[in-house]
């Protein structure tokens, strides 16, 4: 049996009834937590270039926006929308945002194809346990290829989800696996300027997922050792690696590591979040910006390369999108305004003198015990001018399995989000009412998202 054989065999097997109680409630809050990022970000520019791309017409919804769309275009616009801001959930083993992909292409199957409520359930739960799996098994090594994990591992999950909502059996699902790996792709090359292709890349790869399933319904056919092969999937995208599949394929269908997804807390970069709450945790001691000499962060080597480095340029980032993926940016928002949400990553807030004059006050050194990737923490020195000095630690990233947020904060989140997008709390109910609905195993209706 090849890798992508055991993965089609679990895709099949699964039976949407019988998932645990968490694994059901995660899928649920993930559906309701990418569809509120849909409806806040609708209006931005970035979602109005994938919106004006598309060019079919069909009964799927991209949620927030008129009409109904092919489910290619649909997920695309859904993806990109709802990883656009960077505040939608993260699995901390990988990273890799796995939400944003696979909800909207299961979300455009089904509603393509009339499929069930289950069948949208069993659809996601394959596709983000196997892509938090597959992001196990060479730690670090798709960064250091210069490649977004988000991007190529969500392709073969999501033709694994979509596979599975559409109920193939398992030799086609594995085919849809194998065509899923040379449609995978996605660089983070936008780390240099803050452009928007990390933001298609979650679309991207919803939309390649779809399409690698219908092309394996059809009886396209793909390599069974696409993963492992000398010519495979992680030899092309993390080549620095000897892949170990122990964790994708250990427990598979027993023990459900989604359940360990982190929803954000903040609007920006994952590995950041511990070190706002350091910040903000220190600003409430009553330190004021001028106070401060100094701030350095204890930091994961392989973090550096994005989210510090070049260390000018973080500290002055040349755009809000930029400044999500600057730690130094971000500790500076979150010391002096309490918050990273939607308001602290405009264009203009980046550039704010005060911010970016305390921006500049911070710095990393590379602790050779941190545990990143398995766990993301925080910890901040600062010096002050009277020459005390003050550390806080976080342990862990709040929001993710050691520190979760609740089902309420989630759904508040999620309202939020939606009166952010210039929807009514009426409204934002309805589509809730609807998404409930998916997870009872009803209707996929969500022709209320449309407009």
């Known amino acids: 049996m090849t890798v992508a054989g055991d993965l089609a065999k679990f895709a099949s097997s699964i039976d949407a009834a019988k998932l645990p109680a968490k694994t059901r409630e995660t899928v649920h809050l993930l559906t309701l937590d990418c569809a509120g990022l849909c409806i806040a970000a609708r209006r931005n520019d970035y979602v109005a270039g994938a919106r004006a791309s598309i060019a079919s017409s069909g009964n799927v919804t991209a949620i927030g926006h008129e009409g109904a769309f092919g489910p ?4 695309l616009v859904n993806g990109t929308a709802a990883h656009g801001e960077d505040y939608d959930d993260t699995f ?3 990273p890799v945002h796995a939400g944003a992909v696979i909800v909207p292409a299961v979300l455009a199957a089904a509603e393509y194809r009339g499929r069930t409520g289950a069948d949208v359930q069993k659809g996601i739960a394959v596709g983000l346990e196997i892509m938090c799996r597959l992001s196990l098994v060479t730690p670090e090594a798709i960064h250091k290829a210069c490649f977004h994990p988000t991007a190529v591992l969500g392709a073969p999950a999501a033709a694994a989800a979509v596979a599975a909502a559409l109920d193939l059996p398992p030799d086609k699902i594995a085919h849809a696996i194998a065509i899923a790996g040379s449609l995978a792709s996605g660089i983070i090359e936008y780390l240099a300027d803050g452009s928007w292709t990390k933001r298609l890349h979650a679309g991207s790869s919803a939309q390649s997922g779809i399409r690698a399933a219908l092309l394996a319904e059809a009886g396209f056919t793909g390599p069974s050792t696409v993963l492992e092969g ?13 892949p170990n599949f122990a964790p994708l394929l250990d427990g598979l269908g027993s023990r459900w590591v989604l359940d360990t997804i982190a929803f954000k807390p903040y609007a920006c970069g994952t590995m950041t979040q511990p070190f706002i709450d350091c910040a903000i945790e220190l ?41 999500k993926f600057s730690t130094p940016y971000c500790v500076a928002a979150g010391f002096v305004d309490g918050k990273c949400g939607f308001e602290q990553f405009t264009d203009a807030r980046v550039k704010d003198p005060k911010l970016r004059a305390l921006a500049a006050k911070v710095s990393y050194v590379i602790d050779p015990n941190d545990e990143y990737p398995r766990n993301f923490t925080g910890h901040i020195r600062a010096t002050l001018k009277d020459g005390t000095v003050r550390e806080v630690h976080k342990p862990h990233m709040r929001g ?23 929807w009514s709390r009426q409204r934002s109910d309805a589509l809730a009412a609807a998404i409930d609905k998916i997870a009872q195993g009803g209707a996929v209706d969500l022709t209320v998202a449309r407009g």
Request: hydrophobic content about 35%; overall charge positive.
């Open 72 to 75: 290619y275009d649909a997920a």
């Open 92 to 94: 901390e083993g990988g």
């Open 230 to 242: 000398k010519h495979g999937f992680y030899k092309a995208f993390a080549p620095s690696k000897t």
């Open 283 to 323: 600003a409430r001691s009553g330190i004021k910006p001028d106070d401060i000499v100094s701030m350095v962060c204890k930091v994961g080597e392989g973090t550096v390369h994005r989210l510090w480095e070049p260390l000018a340029a973080k500290h002055a980032p040349p755009n809000g999108y930029a400044g």
């Open 400 to 422: 993710g399995a050691h520190e979760p947020l609740t089902k309420a904060e989630i759904l508040t989140k999620f309202h939020d989000n939606a009166r952010f997008g210039g």
